[in-house]
């Protein structure tokens, strides 16, 4: 058992920032859905008629929930320990930027303050993610 194990045992153990290169990753794919979701809110705002709005929500909602998951993929699968350490307040920055995307956020109000709230903290996020690519 012993050969077995030490012939299928690893020789060279590599080990990576993230799981892809880096180059993947980037904070722009959720502030491109964060800008469509408010330029979704502010036509919403000015229009009265109702299958404009119908369908405005509906788009509203789908480009939300693509926040969150780029958001997530980021917090997954870019950001590593040494980052929450060197930004601790990186959990509840993301958690909030996510919940701004969500039922409470931009997923269900068609109001542009909320828009605009859910793209200040993806620019948090940016300048931190930007941060850790010159380190």
Known sequence: MRLLSRILSPRLEATAHCDLPCGVYDPA?????????????????ANEDVEFRTRAIFIAEQRSELVKH???VLWTDYFKPPHFEKYPQLHELINKATKAAGAAGTKGSMDPAKG????????????????????
């Open 29 to 45: 794919q959720a502030r491109i859905e964060a800008e469509s979701v408010k330029a979704i809110q502010e036509k919403y705002q």
């Open 116 to 135: 605009q709230e859910l793209l200040d903290y993806i620019a948090e996020i940016d300048k931190i993610f930007w941060e850790t690519k010159q380190g």
């Open 70 to 72: 780029h958001l997530w």
